[in-house]
């Protein structure tokens, strides 16, 4: 195997390691012969196959792995046993650390932190101040941004959005287009799916479902096995649970 790439004698100590910048040696992807990278601790954290660079001053270390087309560039830095591979890119000031995964055509980038056994995939984006940890997966054009957090084995995915400090925890799964924000919370088995938005410290819990295009507001809470899909809204301190059902253009409020 042709290397394609040489650790110079220009060090910085990171981590109480030692980082080598990379210098090319031939020309590959974007990136031409003689052109200098970023930082990496040993040969073993970026592949010589494929298009795979470090650029910048983003920093690789410990066991972690950079392979196939994956970039991580800007201030960038991936650590542990994370994995970043296929046309994955993590930038700005993002980290991976831990034993995570980062594959397809994902982005982490902000001052994203994914981490412990998360996985992120198929067009995920994570971003802003967001952190994604525990077993979260994250995948299928699904977002993850402005300081929300998503971790336990919640499952976010099918273009769904979490922002602005949500927060999705334990079994809890949201889909399809809907979105979670401003300070509301999806936790234990419950399921946001549909159009559904939940939002204003809202929190939707146990094996609760939200669904079509339900709005949830105002520190509403929706638990039990309850179901609120249609276009009903629940809002102001409403509680709605056990096996209630609230549906078509219903609304709840206190």
């Known amino acids: 195997m042709e290397k394609k790439y040489e650790l110079t004698d220009e060090t910085i100590e990171f981590d109480g390691r030692t980082l080598h910048r990379i210098r090319a040696l031939r020309d590959f992807g974007d990136v031409k012969a003689g052109d200098l990278g970023g930082y990496i601790e040993k040969e073993d954290n970026l592949s010589h196959e494929g298009d795979c660079w470090v650029d910048g001053d983003a920093k690789v270390h410990e066991s972690a792995t950079i392979f196939d087309n994956a970039k991580i560039f800007d201030g960038a830095c991936i650590s542990g046993n994370a994995m970043v591979c296929d046309d994955a890119e993590v930038y700005g000031r993002a ?39 525990d077993r979260a997966v994250i995948y299928v054009n699904a977002q993850v941004c402005g300081d929300a957090k998503v971790y336990g084995e919640a499952r976010i995915y099918h273009d769904a959005v979490i922002s602005e400090h949500a927060r999705v925890y334990d079994n809890a799964e949201v889909f399809d287009n809907a979105t979670i924000s401003h300070f509301a919370s999806a936790c234990d088995n419950a399921r946001i799916f549909g159009k559904a938005k939940v939002c204003s410290f809202a929190k939707i819990y146990d094996g609760a479902h939200v669904s079509e295009k339900a709005k949830i507001g105002g520190h509403a809470e929706i638990s039990g096995n309850a179901r609120v899909f249609g276009g009903a809204l629940v809002c102001e301190n409403a509680k709605v649970t056990g096996n209630t059902k609230v549906s078509g253009n219903d609304t709840v409020l206190r």
Do not use: E, L, P
């Not at 831990?98 to 984006?125: E, F, L, M, P, T």
């Open 95 to 133: 980290v991976v650390y831990g034993n995570a995964k980062v594959y397809d055509n994902s982005r982490i980038y902000g001052s994203a932190q994914v981490y412990d056994d998360a996985h992120i995939y198929d067009h995920a984006k994570i971003y802003d101040d967001a952190h994604v940890y």
